[in-house]
């Protein structure tokens, strides 16, 4: 079972920040926060990674609170295209030894 | 430099063939995962391989499926006497490394699997 827990959906309005909630209580201290999402079956994309301090890349950023137990995908400006579905995951290895655990993820739709 | 590449991105067998699945893991990637994804569900972990080994099948079902990475060639994902319930989508990813906790996994468009 996935060790994350993630709303099933959300909208955002086109522009807008879409912020991604994320659960993780049972994170333990050598694992990290990876975020992906799969746009309409295709391949799954990997957005960003954390330990426990904030990141940002180009694509988005990620807040990790103080006792890692959630965190909180930023698309600071949703377009149209950035519909899909959003996996948070946690993982010691973010995908490089496989076993990655997907959840259900959540569907977020970008409205004009 | 390509990604991931799967194919045939559909595949359509009748109940009791053999379905092959082809994965070329990105340029300087030696570490293979294949996924599995049933309609409307999340992608579960089949199996983890380098070249010509086998390192982590703890997904796989005991009967009918296996997998290899040899030293020349693709990735192939083999369902022998393909059943329905074989109708998902297979997900291939690759990887550069197996060491440490910040490298992610790229994952290939995907082969759509229907049994008929």
């Known amino acids: 079972d996935a060790k994350?827990?993630?709303?099933?959906s959300m909208d955002c309005a086109e522009g807008r920040a879409a912020n991604l909630p994320c659960n993780h209580?049972?994170?333990?201290?050598?694992?990290?926060?990876?975020?992906?999402?799969?746009?309409?079956?295709?391949?799954?994309?990997y957005i960003i990674h954390g330990l426990k301090n904030n990141e940002t890349n180009e694509m988005a950023s990620l807040i990790i609170t103080e006792d890692r137990k959630s965190s909180t995908l930023i698309l600071p400006h949703?377009?149209?295209r950035d519909t899909a579905v959003y996996y948070c995951i946690v993982s010691k290895y973010g995908g490089s030894q496989g076993n990655l655990i997907f959840g259900k993820g959540t569907k977020l739709s970008v409205k004009p | 430099n390509a990604g991931v590449m799967q194919n045939p991105r559909h595949l359509v067998r009748r109940r009791g063939?053999?379905?092959?699945?082809r994965c070329s893991p990105m340029k300087g990637h030696s570490h293979v995962y294949w996924y599995r994804?049933?309609?409307?569900?999340?992608?579960?972990?089949?199996?983890?391989?380098?070249?010509?080994?086998?390192?982590?099948?703890?997904?796989m079902p005991k009967e009918r499926f296996s997998a290899?990475?040899?030293?020349?060639?693709?990735?192939?994902?083999?369902?022998q006497q393909v059943v329905r319930g074989d109708s998902a989508a297979y997900f291939?990813?690759?990887?550069?490394?197996?060491?440490?906790?910040?490298?992610?996994?790229?994952?290939?468009?995907?082969?759509r699997l229907t049994v008929v």
Not at chain 2, 92 to 111: D, K, L, M, V, Y
């Open chain 1, 78 to 80: 949703a377009t149209l």
């Open chain 2, 92 to 111: 291939c990813a690759s990887s550069p490394t197996r060491g440490g906790g910040n490298t992610e996994a790229f994952f290939g468009q995907g082969t």
């Open chain 2, 68 to 79: 290899e990475f040899p030293k020349e060639g693709p990735s192939i994902l083999r369902i």
């Open chain 1, 25 to 45: 209580s049972t994170i333990s201290g050598n694992e990290y926060v990876y975020w992906y999402r799969q746009i309409h079956s295709q391949g799954p994309q």
């Open chain 1, 4 to 8: 994350t827990t993630q709303p099933p």
């Open chain 2, 17 to 21: 063939q053999e379905a092959r699945l």
């Open chain 2, 37 to 59: 994804q049933l309609p409307e569900e999340g992608l579960k972990f089949m199996v983890y391989l380098q070249k010509e080994n086998i390192i982590d099948e703890s997904g």
